[in-house]
């Protein structure tokens, strides 16, 4: 007999892989810009490190991460105190979840914002309020105010933002946090920050952040995350979190990653060229891109059944991208930032699927 | 502001890590004999896979692990829709809590058994109850009965058990399961099942078995572990796992392990050999030893002081064991079996302490 959230929650799936349209289709993906991972892969060094370390998978990791969360509190500036580790965000958010949120709480998110998100929050049993997005970003002030008359216990920023690429600077997201109602906690989630102009948040009791080694780093595959907060949330998290979550390749392989400081730049110089490079294809091709401060650009295609249409379209070429969920973002489709030759096959791909 | 169950939890950590050990002592361990890792290593065809998989770690993993699940179903002779994955049987425990159990739910142990076993049940606000070990192995009759009792929600059993290392007949187990309230479910933790004699058990409606690749397939570091249960269980599970809880390394690396059985085989076979090795090491010492099924082996040190004075000088010497937590089991030292030149470095060391 399952517990009582869990009978309560409709099968459901936050994600369909890009493996299940390959499976579904018989055929591998010849372009895969629909999940945000680095297409420009992980420092030659932390592929060295993980190679190193296959040969020692037989021991444990280290359950307290110590020598990784020593360098990124170093990194940050904090204490190891304030920095726990998971098994990516996917494990961060369910963690965060179970910390802040009790069953019945109420959460207030964007209108087509990270599925995993909501995901984790019905895992919980609590419930879901969204606001919608305003001039294709996140509307702030609307967060707020539904926080309050929702008494929420949790909001969730992404910042940057998926799915809309969209930033807002560190001095406004601090004015959004003094608007809050007391005893709501502000998950900011700051999976792409890497990306952003800006990104120093000073350290406040009412925010936890979760970063990924998923994106500018280049170890999606790896499932390292991690979370900032002050030693009391992190406390909490320590509570409950899981004591292997990281596996121990995946450890050595983020602390060598870590290191590669310079590498890191270059992908994000890298990934700047990328999406003025998509940009222009797209607008090459008559259509507008949101700005984005990320690694992947949102074209507009003007209308929803078009974005949809040119999905189906691309995914039947062999080109995996996706799409924002919900409206005003579900006229847009969301294309990750590739190598210099995919943006350029992409931009070939689009052009075929449009004039056809 | 934290959730009710977290704010009722005190902070605590099931395990003090080997590498914590080193730390504070400023110096690796030489023999790492307390977590019960197979110091045989993984199958290099594994190992192998896992080092070709290192350079697409930009890459995110399947989310539904369908190829190795496809897989562990064969294997096994079940559907693919009756086992789920998991980073490790540490994110088993806790999913397994969460959809089983709810806060105030009662649920049944061994005292003495798995502290991350209880560290996840307590994660969920439920409270645990605990039965004795009798004739140094999990009293089933005890178990069933303390169900009853309580109306226990869930029954946990390792089958074969840590840390005792005994081991039921799945007649026995079968025999059990019989006898358990209705809408108790059974938590069978199979994470020794390689090393027992026959693991065999018909699906069960009232039963989850947790299942990893850490022991006899040596890879704890790659944290997979799965799940197997009837299709509506494995929905529940479905419901609220991680998505990409698995790294994409470790998933290629347990596809190459299960697919080396001869490599299994072997390593079960000088595990067999290694307990044999370590009972007559320390019988040679006038101390016995309890039958084990896994691959460790608990050493009889007659009392709770000798044993833990003896973990504490074989740690001074730089040995790491564990030793059970609870009477009676605590007058013993649990011992991993490890290669031959481990198992005689080991006898010296604790002929040295015992006789120092």
Redesign the interface.
């Known amino acids: 007999?399952?517990?009582?959230?869990?009978s309560g929650?409709?099968?459901?799936?936050?994600?369909i892989?890009p493996?299940?349209f390959e499976?579904e289709r018989g055929r591998p993906l010849r372009l895969?810009l629909g999940?945000n991972?680095?297409?420009?892969?992980?420092s030659p060094m932390?592929?060295e490190a993980?190679?190193r370390?296959?040969?020692?998978?037989?021991?444990?990791?280290?359950?307290?991460g110590?020598e990784l969360r020593t360098a990124l509190a170093e990194g940050h500036g904090l204490s190891i105190q304030e920095v726990a580790l998971a098994?990516?965000i996917?494990?961060l958010l369910?963690l965060l979840a179970?910390?802040?949120?009790?069953p019945g709480d109420t959460v207030v998110t964007s209108l087509g914002s990270y599925p995993?998100f909501e995901?984790c929050v019905n895992?919980?049993g609590a419930i879901i309020q969204r606001v919608r997005y305003r001039d294709d970003a996140i509307d702030l002030e609307a967060l707020s105010q539904r926080a309050h008359e929702t008494s929420a216990?949790m909001v969730y920023l992404a910042n940057p933002d998926n799915p809309s690429g969209s930033w807002h600077e560190p001095s406004a997201v601090l004015a959004f946090i003094a608007t809050l109602p007391p005893?709501c906690?502000l998950l900011l989630d700051e999976a792409y920050a890497e990306f952003a102009p800006d990104f120093a948040i000073p350290a406040h009791a009412a925010v936890v952040r979760s970063r990924t080694f998923?994106k500018a780093y280049?170890?999606?595959?790896?499932?390292v995350g991690y979370v900032i907060g002050s030693p009391d949330h992190i406390?909490?998290v320590?509570?409950?979190r899981?004591?292997?979550?990281?596996?121990?390749?995946?450890q050595i392989?983020a602390l060598a990653a870590l290191g590669d400081q310079d590498f890191l730049a270059n992908i994000i110089k890298q990934t700047a060229e990328g999406r003025k490079a998509l940009s222009s294809q797209a607008n090459a091709l008559g259509l507008k891109t949101l700005p984005s401060h990320t690694n992947f650009v949102c074209i507009d295609m003007g209308d929803r059944p078009t974005a949809d249409k040119t999905v189906t379209a691309l995914l039947e070429r062999d080109v995996f991208v996706r799409k924002p969920w919900a409206d005003p973002l579900d006229r847009c489709i969301r294309v990750s930032i590739g190598t210099p030759e995919q943006m350029e096959m992409f931009g070939e791909d689009l052009r075929t699927v449009l004039l056809s």
Chains 1, 2 share one sequence.
């Open positions: 007999m399952h517990s009582s959230i869990v929650l409709a099968a459901t799936k936050p994600f892989a493996e299940s499976r895969r999940a991972e680095s297409m420009f892969g992980a932390a592929i993980m190679v370390a296959s040969s020692q998978a037989n021991l444990y990791p280290d359950p307290d110590v098994s990516g996917d494990e369910s179970r910390v802040f949120i009790n995993n995901y895992g919980v216990r005893d906690t998923s280049g170890l999606a595959g790896a499932r406390g909490g320590n509570k409950i899981m004591q292997f979550g990281v596996s121990r390749t995946s392989g």
